[in-house]
C-alpha cells in the first residue's frame, strides 16, 4: 500500500481533553451502577483504553469484532463476533466512529434482544452525515472526511497513530 497523505484533524491532547471530558460525564451517570462496556473492535480499542483509565465505578468489558468499510469505500454487509450475555446489564456500547449509522443501529437491535436493563451508545466520532441511527453521546465532530489514526484504520493500517488524521484523498476518488 502507498503511503497515504494526511492532515492532522484533531491533535492527541484534543483527543485527550474530550475523552476526559466524557469519562466525568459517565462517572457522574453511572456511579451507582456496574456496567458493561462493549467495545466494537477493532476501531473502538484505543478510545475505550484511554476513556476506561478514567472510568471509577466497578465494570467489566466485552468485545465486540464488526466490519463494513473496504479501503474507505462504504462496504455493504456487516459481520459480527458472538456477543456475552447482556441481559439484565447496564450495556455501554464503545464504537470508534458514526458514519452512516448503519453499523450503530445494526448492534444496538442485537444487544435489545438480550433484554439489557439499560444501553447507552458512546462514540468518539460524529461524522457529520445523516445517520441511520444516533449515538446518545459523542466525544468529539467530524465533517464528512475520512480519518485515520487513534485505532481508526484504512485497510488495517495507521491505527497507531496518536492523533486523528484526515486523508487527503487524490482527486476524482
Ligand atoms: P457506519 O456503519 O457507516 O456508521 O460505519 C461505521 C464503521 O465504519 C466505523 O465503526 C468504522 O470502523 C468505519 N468508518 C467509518 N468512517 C470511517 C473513517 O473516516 N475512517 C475509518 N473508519 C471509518
Ligand atoms: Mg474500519
Redesign the pocket.
Request: net charge negative; no cysteine.
Given at each position: 500500500m502507498q503511503p497515504v497523505e494526511m492532515r492532522v484533524f484533531f491533535s492527541s491532547e484534543e483527543i485527550q481533553k474530550a475523552v476526559g471530558h466524557l469519562a466525568n460525564q459517565l462517572n457522574q451517570e453511572y456511579r451507582d451502577k456496574e456496567p458493561v462496556f462493549l467495545v466494537?473492535m477493532n476501531?473502538?480499542f484505543v478510545f475505550a483504553a484511554d476513556l476506561l483509565r478514567r472510568f471509577k465505578p466497578p465494570c467489566s468489558l466485552a468485545f465486540v469484532q464488526?466490519?463494513?468499510?473496504v479501503g474507505?469505500q462504504?462496504g455493504q454487509g456487516?459481520q459480527t463476533s458472538v456477543l456475552p450475555d447482556l441481559h439484565q446489564c447496564d450495556v455501554v456500547i464503545l464504537?470508534?466512529?458514526?458514519?452512516?449509522?448503519?453499523?450503530?443501529a445494526w448492534l444496538k437491535e442485537k444487544v435489545w434482544q438480550q433484554n439489557p436493563r439499560s444501553l447507552k451508545t458512546v462514540a468518539m466520532l460524529n461524522?457529520q452525515v445523516p445517520?441511520l441511527a444516533e449515538a446518545d453521546v459523542y466525544a468529539l465532530e467530524i465533517p464528512d472526511?475520512?480519518?485515520?489514526g487513534y485505532g481508526?484504520?484504512?485497510d488495517g493500517k495507521y491505527r497507531n497513530l496518536p492523533d486523528i488524521c484526515e486523508v487527503v484523498l487524490p482527486a476524482g476518488s
Open positions: 466494537v476501531g473502538a464488526i466490519s463494513s468499510y474507505t462504504r456487516l464504537e470508534d466512529i458514526v458514519d452512516s449509522g448503519h453499523t450503530l461524522k445517520h472526511v475520512f480519518v485515520i481508526l484504520d484504512i
